[in-house]
């Protein structure tokens, strides 16, 4: 079982590694020193700004694109809201340890921050 926690863990630190996050972030997961209900405030905080992003760069591509591809770029967002809910709500109750809340934030967070950039590289496109 202890084998599993620390793929998890790996797991989403190999992620984590590739998106870009705000310097609060880090300031504030620094300040939470390993207490995990204070790492996952972070996490939640953090989740919040990215998807600020996230709509902001939906938006601005929503705007630039002809009708169909707006018809097509909200059904994408769409399927993609249900695959990270479905996603990430999959390590909840996982293994019934305090890990599960941690790796269900921290996919919601990675997978948001995620969506965030590909929406500023779509927009950015355009």
């Known amino acids: 079982m202890q084998k599993v926690f620390s793929v998890l863990l790996i797991c989403s630190s190999v992620v984590f590694a590739e998106v870009k996050l705000s310097s609060s ?3 504030c997961m620094d300040k939470s020193g390993g207490v995990t ?11 919040e700004i990215q ?6 760069f939906y938006k601005s591509a929503m ?4 009708p169909k591809k707006q018809a097509e770029l909200k059904d994408v967002q769409r399927f993609w809201i249900k695959y990270r809910d479905a996603q990430c709500g999959f ?4 293994t019934g340890g305090t890990m599960d809340n941690t790796n269900s934030s921290s996919c919601f967070l990675t997978m948001t921050a995620e969506r965030a950039q590909e929406l500023e590289s779509i927009a950015g496109m355009l």
């Open 91 to 94: 390590y909840i109750g996982l």
């Open 37 to 47: 209900a204070l790492g996952l405030d972070c996490m939640n905080i953090e989740t």
């Open 25 to 27: 972030y880090n300031k």
């Open 63 to 66: 705007k630039m694109l002809e």
């Open 51 to 56: 998807d600020k992003k996230l709509n902001k």
